[in-house]
């Protein structure tokens, strides 16, 4: 096979891309990506055997979060890109190297003399190079669980937070993935560790939004469109944001939120501008055709690209931090760490304002201050028989038929429960006319996928309201919808905080072995997903 990739919900045929990703990438992007993951841990290696101070590696840290993040899927396809980005991390291994003085002989160490010997390495030291499926299964998990949790941690450190200790536990668990002695409990203990770690991660990120933009509110959202020239702004990084709305401020050009930058809308700071004037659009997977009806610029600050389907559309499309796209046009800060939009800003003026492709407002903003805020109603609610359930759907959404499940569960849910969400999973059903109990929407939307962090910390706050010894008390249902590498994390966090019963789907991922699919099944209660009348009755006896 030209390549092997499992990371993502929709890994072919259930078990994996072998030719070209479904995702979009091609054979040359993946295997660079694993050579990529690998450069990584050779610098983890070093630091950890080397016994280095993380907190005296300054940009190293940041170096290895990139590396990370950019192998997210959907994140980067630019070859030119990644490769730059291993040479980097070559350079940085091997001035590690001089500064220790113990014995690293063992240690990962390759050199690329060209884009041919790159290539050859990559097919190497890819996924499959770990023979046992048990080990390669546990190594992936802890992997792509560092891939969501380095997105979330490269966030919070472009808005001037870090924890050292984050980045200690990065070293660590990538240099054990390179470990042979480590058996497949030392893994599995490692693995909840990195869930663990995740949670941390999400709490770093969540300080550092609402430290500088507040704390989310009950907000309504604009889903129609005016008549000004406007960009899209896609992806997850509250700082780009807050960058393109000031660049743009009386430029006479909008700003959307798109997909997952939806939640941008929720945050007082933000609404004090008056350029940002709603979203526009659905989940990511929808973008070639909205992007297609909405004429201007696309600004993406992260994963998720869907590959376009013709140059006009690349011409439009701009990238930021780990996201890149061959042909399209990436912006880097400067020294700073500031960004110039004004490229992006100036090709919104030549071009027509946005087609509208639906009107309305839709709500959200309830991240744990707005829930607790509303705390009073809620336990009442819950006393009186008026919340019966809570279900948790948080995660992603996907280009698969199958994801219409979660549109028809959310519609045959009782009318007497209410659904907490996060991430883009939130687009199957956050349309829906669901109603409200008692003045509380049915459909409580957290915010992003890291601000799932938010739902954990409500459902802690509700166990202590009640006083109740187990989390896993509470009538709330966990059935979650996963895609890529950060819904990985979330879950991993869930399980850590002894969350326990998770149904996911569509389906389960392929990087989990029968054995280790095992081990989550028998000691977590991890399910799959059925019909939605099996799933509904399953879920409300």
Known sequence: MSMFCYQCQEAAKGTGCTVAGVCGKNEEVSNLQDLLIYSAKGIAEVVVKGKLDVAGLGNINENVLDSLFKTITNANFDPAAIRAQIRKNLSIRNGLVKSVSGDLHDCVTFEVSDDASMDAKAIEVGVLSTENEDVRSLRELIIYGLKGYAAYTQHA?????????????????????????????????????????????????????????????LSTVNIGVKNNPAILISGHDLNDMEMLLEQTKGTGVDVYTHSEMLPANYYPKFKEYDNLVGNYGNAWWKQKEEFETF???????????????????????????????????????????NKDFSAVIELAKTLPSPTEIEKGEIVGGFAHAQVFALADKVVDAVKSGAIKKFFVMAGCDGRMKGRDYYTEFAKELPKDTVILTAGCAKFRYNKLPLGDIGGIPRVLDAGQC????????????????????????????????????????????????????????????????????????????????????????????
């Open 295 to 337: 004429n201007g610029p696309i600004l993406f600050t992260t994963n998720c690209i869907v590959p376009p389907k013709d140059a006009a559309t690349v011409a439009r499309i701009f990238t930021s931090g780990a996201a890149g796209f061959p042909g399209s046009t990436h912006i880097d800060a400067d020294e700073k760490g």
């Open 157 to 217: 450190l472009n808005l001037g937070k870090e924890d050292t200790d984050l980045y200690a536990f990065t070293y660590e668990a990538l240099a054990a993935t390179l470990d042979d002695s480590l058996t497949a409990d030392d893994l599995v203990a490692l693995t909840l560790k990195t869930g663990e770690y995740g949670v941390k991660a999400m709490a770093l990120l969540d300080a550092a939004n609402t430290g500088a933009y507040g704390n989310p509110e």
């Open 450 to 541: 890291n601000d799932s962090y938010s739902l954990a910390i409500i459902a802690l706050k509700l166990k202590e309201i009640f006083e109740l010894n187990d989390i896993n008390e509470l009538p709330i249902a966990y059935n979650i919808a996963w895609y890529e590498q950060k819904a990985v994390i979330v879950l991993l966090a869930l399980l850590s905080l002894g969350v326990k019963n998770i149904h996911l789907g569509p389906t389960l991922p392929a990087f989990l072995s029968p054995n280790v699919a095992k081990v989550l099944i028998d000691t977590f209660g991890i399910a799959g997903i059925g019909s939605v009348e099996d799933d509904v009755k399953l879920f409300m006896a």
